[in-house]
């Protein structure tokens, strides 16, 4: 487990965007299961989460439709709630960092780690926004 210390900032770019930090199996759940729609971010401390996920899920959060809830979970510090989150992805393996957008409760959208490496936030973020307007 990563200390808060650490953390803490990495957690905060999402916060400030509008992002709820969940930390427990059934805030996961709730979220998720509830009707509308739940853009979901896998953070990590992994420098392709510094330098393209969560620049993209900012961005993407500032377009016109946006998801019902954004919520955030973070690899590494909130195993349960991580693992819960993953649970709904399914049949996606574990990776993080990752998005995911659910559709009352239902997977829509899924973008894994192996998606994020190596590509520009704006690209993903524009990828984001395809979902956002055509499920939000």
Do not use: W
Request: charged letters at 20%; one cysteine or more; proline letters at 6%.
């Amino acid at each position: 487990m990563y200390p808060e210390y650490l953390v803490a900032p990495m957690r905060e770019e999402l916060t400030k965007a509008g992002f709820e930090d969940l930390s427990s199996v059934e805030e996961v759940e709730t979220a998720i299961q509830s009707q509308g729609t739940t853009f979901v971010v896998i953070n990590s401390v992994c420098g392709c989460a510094a330098a393209n996920a969560r620049p993209a899920a900012r961005l993407a959060a500032q377009n016109v439709k946006k998801p019902t809830k954004m919520i955030t979970v973070f690899a590494g510090v909130s195993k349960d709630a991580v693992d819960s989150a993953r649970k709904f992805m399914l049949p996606y393996p574990p990776s993080s960092p990752a998005m995911a957008l659910f559709k009352d409760g239902k997977l829509v959208h899924m973008i894994e780690r192996h998606q994020i490496e190596g590509r520009a936030a704006q690209m993903i973020a524009d990828n984001l926004v395809e979902a956002f307007n055509q499920y939000c």
